[in-house]
């Protein structure tokens, strides 16, 4: 093993302590002491000397991302079971539990006299999690389950900043389980949703189901992006630590530096319990993320002990459920809107109802799926709920109440806004327009057309697009070309020297290459990758003029859908008008890239299949496009045809089952010695 100076050893050391106590300060106190530039720098600056010497620590910072994906989520047992909890509607019930928490105690320990002590806090709407620390370093962390088996998350969970790698600053526990929920702000669910809307990616009903999503990736990076929340609350097995209480316990966890409930108090008597409830409710439209409910515990662990469990429940603590914001309309019509990638929505129209405090006059319907499969029709009496306190959607219809004058909204086979036809993809829930000059669409295809991957026409930035868009300059990327400066200089955003400057970027833009063109034009599910593809089987635009799905899905890893996708583009007849057009002004596509309908080129790697596990230094896409351009070829998973296992930091099964195959083993940098080698 390389030998560690001791002062970059040190440096290590004091970086990982800096920037974990950033995390801590950012996302548990709310309470940043340096700006983002300077964590960047210090960030950068520790994955830089721990990927030169290869020495990190196991709570650095950089080890909450890069992790490869999974196949699969491996099954674990919790120590002690992950019970749930008793539900009450009423302040009646909750009353009666006070009873019966006595009632038991009285049984057990003889008498019991006064008012209890009980903690009350919000109920979380998140996906429960168990975090395991041994030796104060987090080692395990699994879902609920059946509350007795839950699935392995760790690497997932390691990338929720608010989340200890370590246990510091208290007595530390020789092996310890902490319990909470992973949760999703509002405001973040609400952009997340947005920004699935624009990719056509089915929307999340509420941050709940956000959270399970995000933290149920075989792909741990695609965890990271998403910004999740943990608020710690509940205490599993434990050794070499006692608490006494549940508040002597959430005190440990703050001193540690774990997050905890945004509101926690500790009353005593249920007319407490009830006002303390009471006031969680009032606070509910403030609060930055969604709660259901408020949970009450016995506060000592002593009589929680004495009182036990029930075959599912404990019963020293009960969740009083808040009413659901619902209310009852009527549906006034139904429409079609479109969205900016095409794809079409149906959308209620209500008569306007007051729910939760805001007044809601329309739903979406998600799809003609969800239309058939709750009978939704133009005019019917609804059940409409704020799903998440947020987004409205229709809950039920109250068939009772139909008069026969109600009407069916059947799906579009044309867009309403453009008349193109309308496609619905096998498998697919979603209706799409597929024409190219689409109004809806034309934003997002003139912002996708420009942007730097594409086309990229520098100086062409969102704010500049809607003011074109606005003045009447363009309708659609094509007018980008017939752009003069003149119509520039009287707009307010242009000066002499940026309206040149813009229509010198159009100009330049005209000579492209195949790929780039390809992935500018916005197809769906033709990304940069499969745009390249395309361009080594393809020596023309041309060429792939009424294309059949069949001859798309000939080449290696394009897909039934993608092939679909592209065979409906090139046949369109509006479609194919605009590309030639585009030609007409002045558009040159070269292909460098065409390798005479060969997908692969005899490169340096001779065909080899490559399969890559554990942590690398560069992103796993990365690795593989370099493979490929190198004529190699990569797998997921491991077998006697697998010519080498390139293998990174904390490799697992793959690993193993490549050395019982007998599978060469290489690092990183051997990739890339061995292409060099072989070229």
Known sequence: MKKIPADIKKEIEKLTAQINEHNYR?????????????YDRLFRRLQEIETKYGYSLPDSPTQRVGAPPLDKFEKVKHTEPMLSLENAFSYDKVRDFDQRVKKRLIERIGTYEGDLEYTVEPKYDGLAIELTYKKGRLTRASTRGDGYEGEEVTRNIKTVKAIPLRIEGVDI???????????MDIDEFEKMNKEREKSEETLFANPRNAAAGSVRQLDPTVTEKRK???????????????????????????????PTPARFSVVTGIDKVIEAIKKIEGERPKLPFETDGAVVKVNEFRLQRELGFKTREPRWAIAFKFAAHQGTTQIENIIASVGRTGTITPVAMLKPVPIGGVTVSRSTLHNWDEIERKDIRIGDTVVVERAGDVIPHIVTVIKEKRTGQ????????????????????EGEVAFRCI??????????????????????????????????YEKGLIRHFVDLYRLRKEQLLELPRFAEKSAQNLIDAIEKSKKTTLSKFLYALGILHVGEFAAKQLAKNFEKIDDLYHVPAERIMEIKQMGEKLAASLSGFFSEKENL???????????????????????RDQGPLHDWTFVITGALTRPRNEIEEFIERNGGRTAGSVSKKTDYVVAGKEAGSKLDKARDLGVKVISESELYRLAEKSS
């Open 406 to 425: 109600e009407r069916e909204f059947p799906p579009p086979s044309h867009c309403p806004v453009c008349g193109s036809r309308v496609v619905r993809d």
């Open 26 to 38: 950012y996302h548990v106190l709310d309470a940043p002491v340096i700006s983002d530039e300077e």
């Open 173 to 183: 526990p020789a092996e310890i389980d902490i319990r909470g929920e992973v949760y």
């Open 435 to 468: 024409g190219l000059n689409c109004a809806a669409q034309v934003l997002e295809r003139i912002y996708h057309y420009a942007s730097r991957g594409a086309m990229d026409i520098e100086g062409l930035g969102g704010k500049s697009v809607e003011l074109l």
């Open 228 to 258: 999740l929340h943990m608020a710690c609350y509940g205490l599993g097995a434990a050794k070499g630590i006692d608490f006494k209480s549940q508040t002597d316990f959430i005190a440990w966890l703050k001193q540690a530096h774990f």
């Open 577 to 599: 008008q605009t590309l030639e057009t585009l030609k007409k002004l002045g558009v040159i596509i070269a292909n460098p890239g065409y390798e005479g309908g060969k997908s």
